[in-house]
């Protein structure tokens, strides 16, 4: 099958290698792509939101199935486009209709779907500029720390946890009034604190079955120790040693199974990943956002997990036979550490000269690119998020140990990354 990939990050580059592997693939495209991806397949310089210059190529190129890597596409409608096109619709297209990744588009759609679906989720108001006083008198007495969300796509950072009342209505402020994260903060979900440790698990979906991949939890603060600013992640590993096979049973009963069932029952139209950002509070799930499509940096280690081939997987959600796919998983841990620019997540620099990437590529290791491109043959730097190096170990801590050795050679002026990935699972 010829097969296209869409977007350009770490998480794209742990997708072209898992793609690539199945002998069901016989032509990869990513587009754009990077670096990283081209060792996989061959980089169309087409951006993600050209909807019909990719549906150009797909006709050019024979093109059987198509996976979308991030989040814009799938909102802004990729998927409705290709299937409302009959020269275009017969394409497999991994992701969900527009509709459909709504419950990542606006968090007050996802918080009212989970309502109305009985899915064990945090309380919440929410808020735009009509009824903003009534907004600011809630805040005032509410409990605190308190969550609050812009409802739209803000690149990961549209989340504030205000720890006292004032820095609440600051940041209420700020996006209603101030347009902080712009049309995506016109209307803010307000939501309690849950206290507790978090996890990512995903599912691959039709609307009416799924499986289940590797579960992974990601280390969003820049700092160590989870201090300071949040960022698009730092690091992740997989599996979680809290999440037994009680509590994953509890995930599946309590959270994905109503999850699939209600997108089946209110008609949305899903083929594609579903991402549960779930919080374990006390033994029990809750979930804090739904995503729809992979996660990033927790590809990095889910994909290399995976032991069964993904192209498969795509073409049994698409014959609708998933509930008879049984998924195999590499028992290894593995962890991925991130590298990232000086100054990330606030200002930095790019066109920093990379060494040593592609040499940290081995038996145990593979080095994703995310953040870089290609110029006169040197690779550079072209983001906040560098690159991802991921390595299987027997235990969390000797995958740890394993990326941080081979980072010891790879370098970048001002590279930065945190040595304490895993950090509370020391021993597991």
């Known amino acids: 099958m010829n097969i296209l990939l869409i977007g350009s990050g770490g998480r794209e580059h742990a997708l072209a290698l898992k793609i690539k592997q199945s002998p069901l693939c016989k032509q990869l495209f990513i587009a754009p792509g990077n670096p990283g991806t081209a060792q996989h397949g061959v980089n169309v310089e087409i951006q993600s939101s050209d909807f019909r210059a990719l549906g150009s190529f797909c006709l050019e190129k024979g093109i059987n199935i198509m996976v979308v890597g991030p989040e814009d596409p799938l909102v802004n409608g990729i998927y409705d486009f290709f299937k409302s096109d009959p020269l275009l619709s017969d394409i497999i297209v991994v992701g969900p209709s527009a509709k459909a990744a709504q419950l990542e588009g606006s968090k007050a759609f996802a918080k009212s779907f989970m309502d109305r679906h009985g899915i064990p989720t945090a309380s919440y108001r929410e808020f735009s500029i009509s009824n903003f006083e009534e907004g600011v008198e809630y805040l005032k007495g509410h409990s605190l720390p308190v969550v609050l969300k812009a409802d739209g796509l803000a690149a990961g950072k549209g989340v504030v946890i205000a720890e006292t009342h004032e ?8 996006m209603i009034k101030l347009s902080k994260f712009g049309k995506a903060s016109e209307r803010v979900v307000i939501e309690s604190f849950l206290s507790g440790v978090e996890l990512s698990v995903f599912a691959l979906t039709n609307g009416k079955e799924f499986v289940l991949l590797p579960e992974a939890k990601d ?110 998983v590499d028992p290894r841990s593995a962890a991925t550490v991130v590298l990232v620019s000086g100054g990330y997540p606030e200002t930095f620099e790019k066109g920093k000269k990379i060494d040593g990437l592609d040499q940290a590529n081995d038996q145990n290791t593979l080095a994703f690119h995310a953040g870089v491109v290609e110029h006169e043959g040197l690779l550079l730097s072209n983001g906040g998020r560098v690159a991802a190096i991921t390595s299987f170990g027997n235990t969390i801590q000797e995958a740890v140990d394993n990326s941080l050795k081979k980072i010891k050679n790879i370098r970048f002026d001002k590279m930065t990354y945190r040595k304490d990935i895993g950090y509370e699972f020391v021993g597991f």
């Open 219 to 328: 280390y969003k603060r820049i700092g160590e120790g989870d201090k300071g600013l949040n960022t698009g992640g730092m690091g992740a590993i997989s599996p979680v040693p809290f999440a037994d096979k009680a509590f994953m049973q509890k995930v599946l009963d309590k959270v994905v199974q109503p999850t699939i069932k209600g997108i089946d029952e209110d008609g949305l139209v899903y083929d594609g990943f579903v991402f549960f950002g779930l919080i374990k509070v006390g033994d029990e799930p809750f979930v804090i956002e739904y995503n729809c499509r992979m996660g990033d940096p927790e590809t990095e280690v889910v994909m290399p997990r995976l032991a069964s081939d993904v192209v498969e997987m795509f073409i049994a959600m698409d014959q609708g036979n998933l509930s008879q796919y049984e998924v195999k």
């Open 167 to 174: 820095d609440a209505l600051g940041a209420f402020e700020d």
